[in-house]
T-cell receptor, first 114, second 114 residues
Framework: KAGVTQTPRYLIKTRGQQVTLSCSPI?????VSWYQQTPGQGLQFLFE???????NKGNFPGRFSGRQFSNSRSEMNVSTLELGDSALYLC?????????????FGPGTRLTVL | AQSVTQPDIHITVSEGASLELRCNYS??????LFWYVQSPGQGLQLLLK??????LVQGIKGFEAEFKRSQSSFNLRKPSVHWSDAAEYFCAVGAGTGANNLFFGTGTRLTVIP
């Protein structure tokens, strides 16, 4: 079974631009969560989507948004990029996702904001 | 609110030596606890998890962890470290039933000396 895939793997943007990252979960998984990983703040939860609905949201500004499609693929969007948005963005999937279940992580998208 | 503390930022051990990585959590109820490992350029891989039952849990790659409620700890151990264990290790606590978001510690980087 194929793992979680994320595209693109690397991305360079400039301040003020917007970016869209994509995540394809493991086949059959309906929950997709997004995390931001930075050296200063570590791993922080952004949001989770389950059956096309946002189920949980972390403490990030509204510039960070996401969505999930009927095939469970998910995208996250960051508008008006800031230097501090440079990070590794990880997505994780599982089914059905009851807190105690393992999440399967993708390799991440490395975003650099110049 | 949930939180996780990993007091050791960096640990160096010799190959073949034993290993213990510390993790302390803060959570009001019985926590869902996880240890993940991240190799350079990779996503996170689950080593083991605890949510109930036997407080000593076995994981992959020869790792084990012990849940101690009285100490709010979930330390990771391995009796004999291999060079391939060099990576970053993250302890995490789950937000609870119905919620998939994880709260991560800041990680412990493990260096293995031949």
């Amino acid at each position: 079974k194929a793992g979680v895939t994320q595209t693109p793997r690397y991305l360079i943007k400039t301040r003020g631009q917007q970016v869209t990252l994509s995540c394809s979960p493991i086949s059959g998984h309906r929950s997709v969560s997004w995390y931001q990983q930075t050296p200063g703040q570590g791993l922080q939860f952004l949001f989770e989507y389950f059956s096309e609905t946002q189920r949980n949201k972390g403490n990030f500004p509204g510039r960070f948004s996401g969505r999930q499609f009927s095939n469970s693929r998910s995208e996250m969007n960051v508008s008006t990029l800031e230097l501090g948005d440079s990070a590794l963005y990880l997505c994780a999937s599982n089914f059905p996702g009851q807190g105690r279940d393992e999440q399967f992580f993708g390799p991440g998208t490395r975003l650099t904001v110049l | 609110a949930q939180s996780v503390t990993q007091p050791d930022i960096h640990i160096t051990v010799s190959e073949g030596a034993s290993l213990e990585l510390r993790c302390n959590y803060s959570y009001g109820a019985t926590p869902y606890l996880f240890w993940y490992v991240q190799s350079p350029g990779q996503g996170l891989q689950l080593l083991l998890k605890y949510f109930s039952g036997d407080t000593l849990v076995q994981g992959i790659k020869g790792f084990e962890a012990e849940f101690k409620r009285s100490q709010s700890s979930f330390n990771l151990r391995k009796p004999s470290v291999h060079w391939s264990d060099a990576a970053e290790y993250f302890c995490a606590v789950g937000a609870g039933t119905g919620a998939n978001n994880l709260f991560f510690g800041t990680g412990t980087r493990l260096t293995v000396i031949p």
